[in-house]
């Protein structure tokens, strides 16, 4: 996986806040982007921005707890499963707010998550494992989770609609 | 904020309050490093109390598996009290909420052990 480097994007400005943030490079008016490194802090600053963009986007209070619960998950993912903090790999996370979603997508630049080996977390036998439920909250708090993993990283996918879950609202894995 | 945490010895039982944020890194250890000191001065009747815990997150809920059962394995119990809305919707849907022993009286709590 390769991330473009700063100021390709034409459209894009950067700018920079924190000194946890590693690189801002782009940003228009409804998406941002963010390219960190793979830190507790970027768990931390990811939770952080996703809750006030979600904010910013309109949802309610609880919901934007659930967001950036599910950002954070999936951030912890990428930075400690995917790219083992690995000073040399990045985690790149993308917010696009539409008019009927919030789309968060959270790259790393690891070996690829196999989705099959996720134990259910729920099962008798699991209850008592003491990690493991990460992607299990991300789904239970979000409208849609797509998992795209390859050989050069895992790309994680979430979807909050902005007016709840859409009819044919599903879940999908890859 | 970051988790802060002390403890109180109540009738033979250690309560252990806790607030803050039990999460990867600091919170997860905080916690940790107090039940093993708890347990290796014998006191094994230990009860988390939460009521000022306002987020935890998938490493935090680990942290407590991972509490309880060392104190179970050990032949002592760990018990949670006070859980907060937020941490309690999270037991529930983690189907852990049926796992620990969880109290909302803190006097009531301490007899329990007994």
Redesign the interface.
Same mark, same amino acid.
């Given at each position: 996986m390769r991330f473009p480097a700063r100021g390709n994007e034409d459209e894009w400005i950067g700018f920079g806040v924190g000194k946890f943030i590693h690189k801002i490079f782009a940003m228009t008016k409804q998406r941002v982007s963010y390219t960190l490194d793979s830190t *507790?802090e970027t768990?931390d600053n990811a939770e952080q921005t996703a809750t006030r963009i979600a904010a910013e986007a309109g949802f309610e209070e609880d919901e934007v707890?659930r967001i950036s619960?599910a950002v954070?998950?999936a951030a912890?993912n990428a930075v400690?499963h995917g790219n083992a903090y690995d000073p040399g790999k990045k985690v790149r996370l993308d917010f696009e707010s539409t008019a009927r979603d919030l789309v968060i997508t959270i790259s790393d630049q690891g070996k690829g998550i196999d989705v099959s080996k996720i134990p259910d977390? *729920?099962a008798p036998e699991n209850?008592?494992?003491?990690?493991g439920?990460?992607i299990?909250?991300i789904r239970?708090f979000m409208d849609e989770v797509q998992i795209h993993p390859s050989h050069s990283g895992t790309e994680i996918k979430l979807i909050k609609h902005v007016h709840g879950p859409a009819v044919d609202g599903k879940e999908a894995s890859q | 904020m970051s988790m802060k945490i002390s403890n109180r010895q109540v009738d033979g039982v250690s309560i252990v309050d806790c607030s803050g944020r039990i999460t990867l890194g600091e919170g997860s250890v905080t916690l940790r490093d107090t039940v093993r000191e708890l347990l290796s001065k014998g006191r094994k009747k230990i009860l988390l109390n939460l009521g000022e815990v306002n987020y935890i997150d998938s490493s935090g809920i680990g942290e407590l598996v991972s509490a309880f059962t060392t104190v179970r394995n050990q032949g002592g119990d760990l018990k949670l009290l006070n859980l907060t809305k937020k941490v309690h919707d999270l037991l529930q849907i983690t189907k852990l909420y049926t796992v620990f022993d969880v109290k909302d009286d803190e006097a009531a709590a301490v007899k329990s052990f007994n």
């Open positions: *507790l768990v707890m619960m954070r998950e912890i400690f977390p *729920l209850l008592l494992k003491t990690s439920r990460g299990f909250l239970s | -």
